[in-house]
């Protein structure tokens, strides 16, 4: 059973829709963070967050504590949105979801 | 200001070897993470150095090891690869424990043993 789950795993958008990407865990966390990763390898931290929302120009990360659910909005999407996203959690180690691959098309 | 690097870009090893890895953390950063990412897979915590002592390890065996210096840079150690080990290795330093802290990520280490 994995500790965080991500979805979808894949999804491809048109440039301009807005996106949803979701994460559940399943265990307490001191944070939860955002990563997104281009082709190649490099991860870069998006969000980390506790509590409440956070928003970084067309991006924007909220989380329920309660509910153990996190979501990351993209509003109009562009091709250079193109990566994966990765929602890990952090307590005394960290958990990852597998990532949500995201392709957006001109 | 200076970001995370890692060292070597891309490494091919035997199985059996021992290798090693390093990551310089980025100015003013005190603590480096590991992890390792199988392909097509999300990325696994191996542990964290706080201040020259490890503090959180993942479910990696005791052949991971991990040494950080006093200039907060580290090594990560693997010995008896095997093949399974070939993977991208990613450091992270962050400001404080890596897990109520933003993370900083190297570029990785691709290791492939054969």
């Known amino acids: 059973k994995n500790e965080v789950e991500q979805s979808p795993q894949n999804l491809t958008a048109q440039e301009g829709e807005f996106i949803t990407i979701n994460c559940s865990y399943s265990?307490?966390?001191?944070?939860l963070h955002w990563l997104q990763q281009h082709p190649g390898g490099g991860i870069v931290s998006l969000f980390m967050?506790?509590?409440g929302k956070k928003k970084h120009g067309r991006l924007i990360a909220t989380i329920n504590i309660q509910e153990k659910h996190s979501s990351l909005h993209i509003t109009a999407s562009h091709p250079r949105d193109s990566a994966v996203y990765i929602c890990?959690?952090?307590?005394?180690?960290?958990?990852f979801g597998t990532g949500t691959s995201l392709t957006v098309i001109p | 200001e200076t970001g995370v690097t890692q060292s070597p870009t891309h490494l091919i090893k035997t199985r059996g070897q021992q290798v090693t890895l390093r990551c310089s953390s980025q100015?003013?950063?005190?603590?480096v993470s590991w992890y390792q990412q199988a392909l097509g897979q999300g990325p696994q915590f191996i542990f964290q150095?706080?201040?020259?002592?490890?503090?959180g390890r993942g479910n990696f065996p005791p052949r991971f090891s991990g040494l950080q210096f006093p200039n907060y840079s580290s090594e990560l150690n693997v010995n008896a690869l095997e093949l399974d080990d070939s993977a991208l290795y990613l450091c992270?330093?962050?400001?404080?424990?890596?897990?109520?802290?933003?993370?900083?990520f190297g570029n990785g280490t691709r290791l492939t043993v054969t």
């Open positions: 992270a330093s962050s400001r404080g424990t890596a897990y109520n802290s933003p993370l900083h």
């Open positions: 265990v307490g966390i001191s944070a």
């Open positions: 967050l506790s509590s």
């Open positions: 890990a959690v952090s307590r005394d180690q960290f958990y």
């Open positions: 100015s003013g950063h005190n603590t």
């Open positions: 150095y706080y201040r020259e002592e490890e503090n």
